[in-house]
């Protein structure tokens, strides 16, 4: 017989022994030694603390160390410019205050004496990637942000893992279904193939871009078609090797996203395979890939867009501009004035223009980082698979 756990005890014997365990039982645990240092969660401080001004206050335990550097994605470092320095507290605890930080999305770490940046051990939400996790936090503004949970019909995110016969190794990627995809019958939806950067995985644009809030927020606000988003991984190697060198044939992930990921996801979902319901677009590393996908493959994608990367001029410029005009619905370009890549960017809107070759270009405030990415999507889609 299987005894449920909450089944009283109706055997005095047993009940007898039970007694005689349990009181065995709590000297030896009251024996127990004190919590070590490095799990008693009272040394746990509060990090980051962010502020009703918009300062941020980070802190980290550790009394032993000699220096601790805040580090940051780009968003935080046009901020605070370079990496700062914590001042050790007492008991151990350093801490420093930045900002005020614009509203908006931010990773960073610590770099603990000459080390490499590490997450906050106080702060339990992170970015994953290749080289492995960073801390995130979000600074409110007055109004939700577009990547802010509502009260709306939420969409489904599906892991999906396949053999990749190109590569000889499994592969996995992410797959966002819109609300009501599971109980709209025999309904086929448009695609949008959106593309990682650079020592970010098929999981970023989720679990730290929340495209799927993004997706969700727009559909509730009529904003956007629905439609399917599929989020491949854009590297080759799983993790860093530096001693790895790259593929030889550049063109690799365009072929796996092509003879690999697209099969699959046609195959296990329902999606419109012409052209006209097709759509890529991605940031950084993902920005090239896909202005390089887009181009070399004009009759399968009728919607390119690049957010904060650019692509190989020399391909576009030799382009037929009436063609691109033509076969290109959308062809859509975003990057910060303080980032890096800004240059490349403004130089493909610059042939763009001298080309007469249709398409929009989005700069805006900021660097490279995800507080730009998450508000180029949320301009993308809505301009996809419009009637």
Known sequence: MIRNALTPLRSPRLRALTTAFCLLWLPAMGQRGPTPFYEDTNNVPVSPEVHPDRTVTFRLFAPKAAEVLLMG????LEVIKEPKALQRGEKGVWSLTVGPLPPG????????????RMPDPANPNLEQRRWGPTSLFTVPGNEKAIFEERPVPHGTIHIDTYDSKQLGM???FYVYTPPGYETSGARKYPVLYLLHGNGQIEASWTWTGRANVIMDNLLADGKAQPMIVVMPYGHIPREIKPDTPPPADPLTIEKELLTGVRPEVEKKYRVLTDREHRAIGGLSMGAAQSLSIGLHHLDEFAYVAAFSGGGNRTEWDKADPAVLNQKLKVLWLGCGAEDAAYSGVKAMDDLFTRKNVRHTFNPSGGGH?????????SKYAPLLFQK
């Open 170 to 172: 499994p592969r996995m």
């Open 369 to 377: 980082s995800w507080p730009n990415w998450q508000v180029y999507l």
């Open 73 to 76: 994605s780009p968003g935080i």
């Open 105 to 116: 999305f931010y990773t960073y770490g610590y770099a603990i004496d000459g080390g490499l």
